[in-house]
């Protein structure tokens, strides 16, 4: 297991940027690292995936506007997002996937609001 420490959310305008990155407290090489996020009266959704091989997944609503990338020798995994509209007010969970085990972090607030 690792802990997981999101960073970089905030309030940003229609239109605008956001760099979220997680640093984890042991190694990350052989994990699968993700991001997801949930908005009040939902369900946790699936953002993005990079697995141990630099693989990467997005779900359908990213439609290009962000990626994800990862640096083991730092244990960080960042998640770039732009474009960003109302829809993409949620809070942000990094997550580092082993088989099944799954270790989550508390997530950082990212509104999109002018």
């Known amino acids: 297991q690792v802990q997981l420490v999101e960073s970089g959310g905030g309030l940003v305008e229609p239109g605008g940027s956001l760099r979220l990155s997680c640093v984890a407290s042991?190694?990350?090489?052989?994990?699968?690292m993700g991001w997801y996020r949930q908005a009040p009266g939902n369900q946790r959704e699936f953002v993005a995936e990079i697995n141990s091989g630099g693989i990467t997944s997005y779900g359908d609503f990213v439609k290009g506007r962000f990626i994800i990338s990862r640096d083991n020798a730092k244990k960080t995994v960042h998640l770039q997002m732009s474009g960003l509209n109302s829809g993409d007010t949620a809070v942000y969970f990094c997550n580092a996937r082993f088989l099944f085990l799954n270790d989550w972090g508390q997530g950082t607030q990212v509104t999109v609001s002018s």
């Open positions: 042991g190694s990350i090489s052989d994990k699968a």
